[in-house]
Nanobody
Framework: QVQLVESGGGLVQPGGSLRLSCAASGSIVSIYAMGWYRQAPGKQRELVAAITSGGSTNYADSVKGRFTISRDNAKNTVYLQMNSLKPEDTAVYYC??????????WGQGTQVTVSS
C-alpha cells in the first residue's frame, strides 16, 4: 500500500505561481510512476504531468512550458511547479502513484483556484 499526502494548493491571481507537493509513504519501492491529475467541476479527471522512477516526464499539452514536475527521492516527494497560471487551471489537483502491478493510489486532492 502507498499513502499520498498533498499540500500547496490555494488561491492565486492569473499569471501567478504555485507549487504542489506530494509526499509518499508505505510501499515506496513498488512505485513505478507518480503524477498529478486534475478535475474541474463538470469535467473528467485528466492527467496534468507524470514522472517515472527513471525520471522520464510527460505533460498535458495545455500545461507544457508552464508546469514542471520533479521529484526528490530522498524525501519520497513529487512536486508540481505551476507558473503563468490561467483561470482554466482551476481544479482539484490529485496526486497519483502507480505501482508495478498497475495499481493506482490517490491523494485526497488539493484545490487550486486561479482568479482575480
Amino acid at each position: 500500500q502507498v499513502q499520498l499526502v498533498e499540500s500547496g494548493g490555494g488561491l492565486v491571481q492569473p499569471g501567478g505561481s504555485l507549487r504542489l507537493s506530494c509526499a509518499a509513504s508505505g510501499s515506496i519501492v513498488s512505485i513505478y510512476a507518480m503524477g498529478w491529475y486534475r478535475q474541474a467541476p463538470g469535467k473528467q479527471r485528466e492527467l496534468v504531468a507524470a514522472i517515472t522512477s527513471g525520471g522520464s516526464t510527460n505533460y498535458a499539452d495545455s500545461v507544457k512550458g508552464r508546469f514542471t514536475i520533479s521529484r526528490d527521492n530522498a524525501k519520497n516527494t513529487v512536486y508540481l511547479q505551476m507558473n503563468s497560471l490561467k483561470p482554466e487551471d482551476t481544479a482539484v489537483y490529485y496526486c497519483n502513484a502507480r505501482d508495478y502491478d498497475d495499481d493506482d493510489y490517490w491523494g485526497q486532492g488539493t484545490q487550486v483556484t486561479v482568479s482575480s
